[in-house]
C-alpha cells in the first residue's frame, strides 16, 4: 500500500509537469508567431530522404510570372501593401479558433518530427476554410459585368450566401492553371457547379 509520503511526492511532481505545460503553451504560442513569419521556416523540415518539406509547392510559389493562384497572391502582382506575402496568411486561420488548430496541428507535426515518425504531407490534414480567404476578400467583383456580358458567378446573390461549397473547392491554391481564367480549373469548377446545376453533371459524363 502506497505511503502518504509517496502520494504527496506524486502529487507534486503531477503538479509541476501540469505547471510546466501550462506555461510552456503560451511561450510556445508566441515563439512560433514570430518564426513562422519567415516563410523558409515553414519549409525548414526535412525528411530522412533529405527532400524539403513541400519543396514543389515552395518552387512554384516563388516562380515568375506566376503559374499557381498562391504565386499570384506571393508575387509582386498581387496589389497588397505588404509585398512579402507568407505562407501563414493563409495558413496561420483568421479566428482565435482557427489559430488554435493550426497551432494544435503543428504542434502534433512537432511531436511526430521529433520522434522520428514524420511523414510529408500529400494533402492538407485541414483545407482553409472561408474565413481564411474573406479575411483578404471580403467581397467579391467590385466591377460589375458590361450589359452584353454573362454576369460573374459572384455577381449573383445567391452564389454568396450559404452556396455549401467552400472557395477552395473551386479556387484551388498551389495547382497549376490558366492565369487568364483566374488559376481556375475547369473539371474542378464543373463539378462543383453540378451540385445545383444538372446539365453540367449531364455534361460531365
Known amino acids: 500500500m502506497p505511503s502518504p509520503r509517496s502520494g504527496t511526492r506524486f ?6 509537469a501540469a505547471l510546466a505545460a501550462a506555461l510552456s503553451l503560451p511561450l510556445g504560442w508566441v515563439i512560433s508567431d514570430r518564426l513562422e513569419q519567415d516563410n523558409d521556416f515553414c519549409n525548414s523540415c ?28 506571393g508575387g509582386s502582382d498581387s496589389g497588397r501593401e505588404d509585398a512579402a506575402f507568407r505562407c501563414i496568411d493563409c495558413h496561420g486561420g483568421a479566428s482565435l479558433i482557427g489559430r488554435a488548430r493550426v497551432k494544435a496541428l503543428a504542434g502534433l507535426d512537432l ?27 471580403p467581397t467579391f467583383d467590385s466591377v460589375a459585368s458590361l450589359a452584353w ?9 445567391v452564389h454568396n450566401v450559404d452556396l455549401g461549397v467552400d472557395c477552395v473547392e473551386c479556387h484551388r491554391s498551389h495547382q497549376a492553371g490558366n492565369p487568364e481564367a483566374h488559376f481556375l480549373e475547369v473539371s474542378s469548377v464543373r463539378s462543383q457547379c453540378a451540385r445545383c446545376h444538372l446539365e453540367f453533371k449531364e455534361e460531365s459524363r
Open 46 to 73: 526535412h525528411l530522412p530522404s533529405g527532400t524539403p518539406l513541400h519543396i514543389d509547392i515552395r518552387r512554384d510559389f516563388d516562380l515568375t510570372p506566376p503559374q499557381t493562384l498562391a504565386g499570384l497572391h
Open 111 to 137: 511531436l511526430w518530427y521529433v520522434v522520428g515518425r514524420f511523414e510529408e504531407p500529400s494533402q492538407m490534414a485541414w483545407p482553409l476554410w472561408d474565413e481564411d480567404c474573406s479575411q483578404c476578400h
Open 11 to 16: 502529487a507534486r511532481v503531477f503538479g509541476a
Open 149 to 157: 456580358e454573362t454576369p460573374r458567378f459572384h455577381e449573383l446573390p
